[in-house]
C-alpha cells in the first residue's frame, strides 16, 4: 500500500479536521497515516466526514481490518 497516497487522503480533509472528527490527537492521525493503515474503527466515521465535505472516501483498502480465511472444505 501507498503510504503516499494515504497521507493524501488524509491531507484532503486536513489532519486537524480529521483529528477533531474522531475526536483523537492529530499525532494519532499522523502516526496512523506513516503506517500506512488506519485503524478500523475509524472506518465509518471517516467515511461519513468525506461524504458530508464532497470528498472521494478514503478506500478500505488503507484500513487495518482483519482478513478472513476461507473455511476448509
Do not use: C, Q
Not at 500500500?1 to 474522531?22: D, F, P, Q
Not at 490527537?25 to 467515511?47: C, D, E, H, M, Q
Not at 458530508?52 to 472444505?73: C, M, Q, S, Y
Request: aromatic share 10%; charged share 25%.
Amino acid at each position: 500500500m501507498s503510504k503516499t497516497t494515504l497521507k493524501k487522503h488524509i491531507s484532503l480533509a486536513g489532519r486537524e479536521e480529521v483529528s477533531s472528527w474522531l475526536n483523537v490527537s492529530i499525532s494519532a492521525v499522523s502516526n496512523a497515516a506513516n503506517r500506512g493503515k488506519l485503524p478500523p474503527s475509524w472506518y465509518f466515521s471517516l467515511k461519513e466526514m468525506y461524504e458530508d465535505r464532497g470528498l472521494t472516501t478514503i478506500p478500505r483498502k488503507f484500513f487495518n481490518f482483519v482478513k478472513l480465511e476461507e473455511p476448509a472444505e
